[in-house]
Nanobody, 124 residues
Framework: QVQLVESGGGSVQAGGSLRLSCAASAYTSSDDCMAWFRQDPGKEREGVAFVCIGNGNTYYRDYVKGRFTISRDNTENTMYLQMTSLKPEDTAMYYC?????????????????WGQGTQVTVSS
């Protein structure tokens, strides 16, 4: 069982930056890859960014590409999401996830473990 705890959310003006953190309670080979998702009330949870330890590959959805950067500190079992040039449409609860089933990473049903989320609010 992997427990995930997000932090770093908050309220910022459009154009601002935030850095989210996700601390994992344990690391196993099944958690080689992790991802960030977000969800606004009334909308479906959507993938944001994805990272794997083994090959170092990162992937981003188009709506955050060039503005967000995902990274991992394997020595501390921590994943980060550096968010810059934030827009009001980035407002959402952000979740980190682990335990990838191997399918399309941006689909929520491909992940086993979820954190409780951290709220990001961007005002115009």
């Amino acid at each position: 069982q992997v427990q995930l705890v997000e932090s770093g959310g908050g309220s910022v003006q459009a154009g601002g930056s935030l850095r989210l953190s996700c601390a994992a309670s344990a690391y196993t080979s099944s958690d080689d890859c992790m991802a960030w998702f977000r969800q606004d009330p009334g909308k479906e949870r959507e993938g944001v960014a994805f990272v794997c330890i083994g090959n170092g590959n990162t992937y981003y959805r188009d709506y955050v590409k060039g503005r967000f950067t995902i990274s991992r500190d394997n020595t501390e079992n921590t994943m980060y999401l550096q968010m810059t040039s934030l827009k009001p449409e980035d407002t959402a609860m952000y979740y980190c996830t682990a335990g990838w089933r191997g399918g399309r990473w941006y689909r929520p049903d491909e992940w086993i473990y979820w954190g409780q989320g951290t709220q990001v609010t961007v005002s115009s």
